[in-house]
């Protein structure tokens, strides 16, 4: 669609326009009652004012279409976990961190419900909960989560994959700021 090649070219305003568009017509063919497709235009919409760094209104919109699809009730799936993320990521962004926590807990704790612990998508939640501990100062449980990571990725990769390694020095990394060498 339109919208999306301007996203895919990194022309955010004029892709913002066609998804404003899209979610009027999708209002329209539904008669405004919810519908998926009207939760998926309201996260494009989202996802497009994330890149153009407005977080205050790309969490507004991402909160509607995660409102939205809680009252369709499809509020826990691979999808709403990401819209989730996102929103902790905006937060992130904002330096809000504790409202980033909250959202990333909240997405891990969705993305268990229907991924293995085994899974990449679960170590990289526990991966931004440490990186935000460590934002906090908060490094016991940065070295927690690192650790939680570490081991969910073990599970997923060989020994030598630089996720593995980048883990791996995020720890190392921690311990040396709590003066912890043994």
Not at 117 to 135: G, T
């Amino acid at each position: 669609n339109i919208a999306d090649s301007y996203q895919d070219l990194e022309d955010y305003n004029n892709a913002l326009e066609y998804y404003k568009l899209s979610l009027e017509i999708r209002k329209v063919v539904y008669n405004d009652n919810d519908h998926v497709d009207i939760a998926n235009s309201l996260n494009s919409i989202a996802n497009t004012y994330r890149n153009l760094n407005d977080f205050n209104k790309a969490i507004e919109y991402y909160e509607k279409s995660l409102e939205l699809r809680k009252r369709l009730k499809i509020n826990f799936d691979p999808d709403t976990a990401v819209i989730i993320d996102n929103i902790g990521y905006c937060y992130e962004k904002l330096c809000y961190y504790k409202n980033a926590l909250e959202y990333y807990k909240f997405s891990l704790e969705t993305k268990k419900l229907f991924y293995k612990n085994d899974h990449s998508d679960i170590a990289s939640s526990y991966n931004k909960i440490a990186s935000l501990y460590k934002s906090l100062g908060e490094l016991n449980k940065t070295i927690q989560y690192y650790k939680q990571s570490l081991e969910c990725l073990k599970k997923v990769y060989k020994d030598n994959h630089p996720e593995i390694s980048q883990v791996l020095e995020n720890i190392a990394i921690s311990y040396d700021s709590l003066n912890d060498y043994s």
